[in-house]
């Protein structure tokens, strides 16, 4: 069974960062589409980051450049580090794992930039 756990979400001020992580088990997961999501209160849940097998990346136009997705194939975990944040990136944050039939999250983990 395939799970995912994310953490290192937190509380930061403005212009900080924070440095997620997922940990995949039950699944090598270098062979799939790794992504990040989040959902905002009152929002839909949207795509954030997705690194693909072979590395290739792909970022929502309001992260590009503040906004990395990285993976570790060793330690089936894959990062987002998330620079220069603003408060409209509070958010509960998703991993995602699909592929072959799979679509697996995390249970997310909280983001709260505010000064």
């Known amino acids: 069974q395939v799970q995912l756990v994310e953490s290192g979400g937190g509380l930061v001020q403005p212009g900080g960062s924070l440095r997620l992580s997922c940990v995949a088990s039950g699944i090598a997961f270098s062979i799939y589409v790794m992504g990040w999501y989040r959902q905002a209160p009152g929002k839909q849940r949207e795509l954030v980051a997705a690194?693909?097998?072979?590395?290739?990346?792909n970022y929502a136009d309001s992260v590009k450049g503040r906004f990395g997705i990285s993976g570790d194939n060793a330690k089936n975990t894959v990062y987002l580090q998330m620079n220069s944040l603003k408060s409209e990136d509070t958010a509960v944050y998703y991993c995602?794992?699909?592929?072959?039939?799979?679509?697996?999250w995390g249970q997310g983990t909280q983001v709260t930039v505010s000064s």
């Open positions: 995602n794992l699909k592929g072959r039939g799979i679509d697996a």
């Open positions: 690194r693909v097998s072979g590395g290739s990346t």
